[in-house]
T-cell receptor, first 112, second 115 residues
Framework: GQQLNQSPQSMFIQEGEDVSMNCTSSSIFNTWLWYKQEPGEGPVLLIALYKAGELTSNGRLTAQFGITRKDSFLNISASIPSDVGIYFCAGHPPNTGNQFYFGTGTSLTVIP | DTAVSQTPKYLVTQMGNDKSIKCEQNLGHDTMYWYKQDSKKFLKIMFSYNNKELIINETVPNRFSPKSPDKAHLNLHINSLELGDSAVYFC??????????????FGPGTRLLVL
């Protein structure tokens, strides 16, 4: 199956800082999703993107569907301690029904 | 009123045993999934059922057998457990109605440790 590369693999930041992470693929996708997974829990959907170039916000989170359709970006502004977790991108390739492929994850630690 | 629930949350067992993990969703969704998350947190789909019919079956050993008694339940049975089966197994569901793709909602996970 396909694997999406996320970077950075991990981040340690001070509370209040902004965060940027991205997800890249070698092939094009029709949909990008961003999930957050907290320790001991399942992934929870943050943002869904359906169109190249689309920019969507959810509170302090903003995600973009890359214009090449091979990447996506997630930004978190003014980070707070509860932003801690692992952030996953997931992409849907064309003509694959409802199958998503997940990225390798970005682990975020926020230092108060 | 949990949307997607899994039991058990933790499962510790000996190599060679057979075990089952259960999943239930009360969202009225038609499609359910099993994912495996390894020690490096990589999430990989294993199976997907739509209205009790298998629609996705990734390369998974045939020791793993999903069973869907109805569209609200998708159980995972594992025969002859091996050390490498140790992982967190997530169940997920989505509405299952076109047009695809759809958002998937995940359960809390089952942490399987094979000794």
């Amino acid at each position: 199956g396909q694997q999406l590369n996320q970077s950075p693999q991990s981040m340690f930041i001070q509370e209040g800082e902004d965060v940027s992470m991205n997800c890249t693929s070698s092939s094009i996708f029709n949909t990008w999703l961003w999930y957050k997974q907290e320790p001991g829990e399942g992934p929870v959907l943050l943002i869904a993107l359906y169109k190249a170039g689309e920019l969507t916000s959810n509170g302090r989170l903003t995600a973009q569907f890359g214009i090449t359709r091979k990447d996506s970006f997630l930004n978190i502004s003014a980070s707070i301690p509860s932003d801690v977790g692992i952030y996953f991108c997931a992409g849907h390739p064309p003509n694959t029904g409802n199958q998503f492929y997940f990225g390798t994850g970005t682990s975020l630690t926020v230092i108060p | 009123d949990t949307a997607v629930s899994q039991t058990p949350k933790y499962l510790v067992t000996q190599m060679g045993n057979d075990k089952s993990i259960k999943c239930e969703q009360n969202l009225g969704h038609d499609t359910m999934y099993w994912y495996k998350q390894d020690s490096k947190k990589f999430l990989k789909i294993m199976f997907s059922y739509n209205n009790k019919e298998l629609i996705i079956n990734e390369t998974v050993p045939n020791r793993f057998s999903p069973k869907s008694p109805d569209k609200a339940h998708l159980n995972l049975h594992i025969n002859s457990l091996e050390l490498g089966d140790s992982a967190v197994y997530f169940c997920a569901s989505s509405p299952g109605r076109r047009p695809f793709p759809e958002t998937q909602y995940f359960g809390p996970g089952t942490r399987l440790l094979v000794l």
